[in-house]
């Protein structure tokens, strides 16, 4: 899952500048899960853009939608009836679905709501951690499906540092020590042997190194 916040108000009003109609599309997978874009934070934010706009006696108009996700090109044509009406969108997704919605109505006016944080998982209840640094070269299969690379504040690849105190990382105090983690898991497991294997180092090229990925699943293309 990606996790986002939303940004704050003012930086929101500034980017929007001059336009007086403002359409918000919130993103219904990622964003609302997170619950910074889903249908309830779409309307919020829009009675916040109202509220704001009406103490500096300004007049704007606010229409709002929703979509599945603003990541993927069908659903985008859903909206193309409000875009066109428009001077600005306002979109409550992650970055790529900001970029989606941009490339999809390339005359029209895109400004995030949210700043895109990291990949991550539902802890509990407004929790939300990062587990997945997307880096292309997928090694969990070593760790017990325990990221060094993301969770371990060193990104130890052959074991620990031997810093940890108490199973919390000497780093960052309040963090779980990932790789006491791992230790824990592989016990439980009965695959310590696996901390015998020598794991080399991450091939980074596999992850943002200077230009965007794509992956072409040829199966799937029309």
Not at 135 to 159: H, Q, S
Not at 205 to 217: D, M
């Amino acid at each position: 899952m990606i996790v986002a916040e939303k940004k704050p108000l003012a930086e929101i009003k500034a980017s929007l500048g001059s336009a007086r109609r403002i359409l918000l599309i919130g993103c219904n997978t990622c964003v609302a899960e997170c619950a910074a874009g889903g249908p309830k934070e779409t309307a919020l934010m829009a009675s916040a853009l109202r509220i704001a706009y009406d103490k500096a006696g300004e007049k704007i108009e606010v229409r709002e939608a929703s979509l599945d996700r603003q990541c993927v090109h069908e659903f985008l044509a859903e909206v193309g009836e409000e875009v066109n009406w428009t001077e600005a969108v306002l979109s409550l997704a992650c970055g790529a679905g900001v970029q989606a919605l941009a490339r999809f109505y390339p005359q029209s006016v895109i400004i995030p709501a949210l700043n895109t944080q990291f990949i991550g998982t539902t802890v509990e209840a407004g929790v939300w951690a990062e587990d997945c640094s997307g880096c292309g070269n997928c090694k969990l299969a070593y760790f017990a499906a325990v990221c060094p690379l993301t969770r371990c504040a060193k990104k130890l690849l052959n074991g620990p540092c031997g810093g940890s105190n108490n199973g919390k990382c000497e780093v960052s105090p309040d963090l779980d020590c990932a790789w006491q983690m791992i230790y824990d898991r592989l016990t439980a497991l009965n695959q310590l042997d696996r901390l015998k294997e020598f794991v080399p180092p991450n091939d980074w090229s596999t992850s943002h190194s200077g230009r965007p990925r794509v992956i072409i699943r040829e199966d799937r293309r029309v």
